[in-house]
């Protein structure tokens, strides 16, 4: 079992900045593989990113690409999201979510996730 809290969330003007984390319940973080995703008011859920046991592989949407950067700390069992250039449409509630399998079909756990608005 794996509990998820995300943090770090807020508002933003258009071309700011902001670190999301989330942080992960029980000694066995390392062995899950991380992502990221969002929801937009009126659509659907969409993949942002993920990160490999290790860190070693990171993945990401075109849309975030160049602009997003996620990492993991394994000794402070966090993962983090660390976003630049935001844009207008980047603004979404941000879930982080852990599965043992990486790039999974669906992720077996979820954050409760943070409200990220951007301004323009």
């Known amino acids: 079992q794996v509990q998820l809290v995300e943090s770090g969330g807020g508002l933003v003007q258009a071309g700011g900045s902001l670190r999301l984390s989330c942080a992960a319940s029980?000694?066995?973080?390392?062995?899950?593989?991380m992502g990221w995703f969002r929801q937009a008011p009126g659509k659907e859920r969409e993949f942002v990113s993920a990160?490999?046991?290790?860190?070693?592989?990171?993945y990401y949407a075109d849309s975030v690409k160049g602009r997003f950067t996620i990492s993991r700390d394994n000794a402070k069992n966090t993962v983090y999201l660390q976003m630049n250039s935001l844009k207008p449409e980047d603004t979404a509630v941000y879930y982080c979510?852990?599965?043992?399998?990486?790039?999974?079909?669906?992720?077996?756990?979820w954050g409760q996730g943070t409200q990220v608005t951007v301004s323009s």
């Open positions: 979510a852990a599965d043992v399998e990486l790039l999974p079909k669906h992720y077996d756990y």
């Open positions: 029980g000694r066995t973080f390392s062995r899950y593989a």
């Open positions: 990160i490999s046991w290790s860190g070693g592989a990171t």
